[in-house]
């Protein structure tokens, strides 16, 4: 479980947020926040065929339109974003007085949010499937030297090495805000359980390693990863979403 969120929320220097949500609530809090959505994010909520992607978008925008609300000092609906070419969320220009980055992601029923002052971030979290963490999906997506490394490993230790290298790749590429612009087998990871994550190698970007801190995060049946554009990150605290 994270641990009981302060009355006011700031961030200080080298201490990163992330908040968890259950997007498993009753009919009453997805109505209260789809109420806080925006025009294009009520159309983009009405486009999901299926009722369950619905709630779940509906209910990770209005986590965090609260969440930042909480941050900015601002009403959840007053919150603006902006999109980068990739998609990637950040707060519109009107917030510019704020220096609060941030990222999120979901997988299944857990919505995940990290906050940051000043630096790129990113988050990924995934559902672990074992079925899903084979030797064709990493020969596909991982980088040759990743697949060697991970083929070495123990076969029982084998889907949990997997899902740790996957979100931490996913979370840099999130974190850049280049999407899959940036292949996903042009630079390598850590497999390693320790803290903090490692990243590896970028042949992009020679100076990454000195950049960025990586961090496994871990929950139960998921797996997931947070990537920051500071090597100075000494904090970080996990929270569980309100829904009051």
């Not at 999901?48 to 909480?70: N, S």
């Not at 290298?165 to 630079?187: D, M, N, Q, V």
Request: hydrophobic share 40%; net charge negative.
């Amino acid at each position: 479980m994270g641990s009981a969120p302060p009355e006011s929320l700031s961030l200080s220097s080298g201490e990163v947020h992330v908040w968890r949500a259950d997007l498993e609530q009753p009919v009453a809090l997805q109505e209260a926040f789809l109420g806080l959505l925006d025009q294009n994010e009520r159309a983009r909520a009405g486009r999901f065929h299926f009722e369950k992607h619905r709630r779940r978008f509906v209910l990770g925008r209005g986590f965090l339109r609260v969440l930042l609300g909480r941050y900015l000092g601002l009403a959840p609906d007053q919150v603006r974003f902006v999109y980068g070419p990739y998609g990637k969320p950040a707060l519109a220009d009107e917030h510019n007085t704020s220096r609060l980055c941030f990222n999120t992601s979901h997988s299944h029923e857990l919505a995940v949010y990290a906050f940051v002052q000043e630096n790129e971030i990113g988050v990924d979290v995934e559902y672990i499937k074992t079925d899903f963490a084979s030797e064709d999906i990493a020969r596909h997506f991982f980088s040759a030297d990743e697949v060697e490394a991970l083929m070495a490993i123990a076969e029982k230790e084998r889907a949990a090495a997997f899902f740790r290298c996957w979100t931490r790749k996913e979370a840099y590429i999130k974190a850049i805000g280049s999407g899959l612009s940036h292949p996903l087998a042009e630079f390598d990871v850590s497999f390693a359980a320790d803290e903090p994550a490692a990243l590896l190698r970028d042949r992009r970007d020679t100076n990454a390693t000195s950049r960025w801190s990586m961090f496994n995060l871990e929950f139960k049946g998921y797996a997931g990863a947070l990537a920051v554009e500071s090597i100075n990150v000494d904090r970080v605290q996990i929270f569980d979403c309100p829904t009051q």
